[in-house]
């Protein structure tokens, strides 16, 4: 009994202290196209973030039903590791539960995974948290846009 109750205490340790790691959204040979729109009180913006292993393009778009004919590009921007450790912690972040809330402001996203071409999954998520602009060691997708922004400055 004791050899039981020693085996389940240390399952349990070791469960509760292994840090929780996203999947590596970053393989070769796959592409992520991300449709991001974001609306609140005094603004609107739609984007189209296309992530291709060690970078990521982004465009604007008058709006995210227009997306093939009405975009632009903005940039492109290299990816870091830190950059992508940040990403697989977002792309992790939406994957696991609600991001209700009752802010104003309300991120429309749509998540497109392509392998060799083909789609391999895809996902919308309404987020109305605004819980991530505590979140120092997630990269938003306004962060990206906003680096590119600046880089064409």
Not at 13 to 26: D, E, G, H, Y
Not at 108 to 126: A, D, V
Not at 141 to 149: A, K, N, Q, S, T
Request: aromatic residues 10%; contains cysteine.
């Amino acid at each position: 009994m004791k050899t039981i109750t020693l085996f389940l205490s240390i399952l349990f340790i070791t469960a509760c202290s292994t840090k929780r790691v996203a999947p590596n959204l970053f393989a070769t040979g796959e592409r992520i196209v991300v449709t991001y729109s974001s609306e609140g009180c005094f603004h609107h913006t739609s984007n189209i973030l296309i992530f291709h292993e060690n970078n990521v393009t982004i465009y604007k778009t008058k709006n995210q039903w227009n997306q093939k004919t009405d975009k632009t590009e903005m940039g492109t921007l290299t990816l870091t590791k830190k950059d992508k450790e940040g990403l697989n912690r977002l792309f992790a972040y939406y994957s696991e539960k609600s991001h209700d809330g009752w802010y104003t402001n309300v991120d429309n996203i749509e998540i497109k995974r392509y392998k060799n071409e083909k789609l391999i999954s895809s996902k919308k998520i309404t987020d109305a948290s605004c819980s991530l602009y505590q979140r120092k060691d997630i990269l938003s997708f306004p962060e990206l846009i906003e680096r590119v922004e600046k880089k064409k400055k």
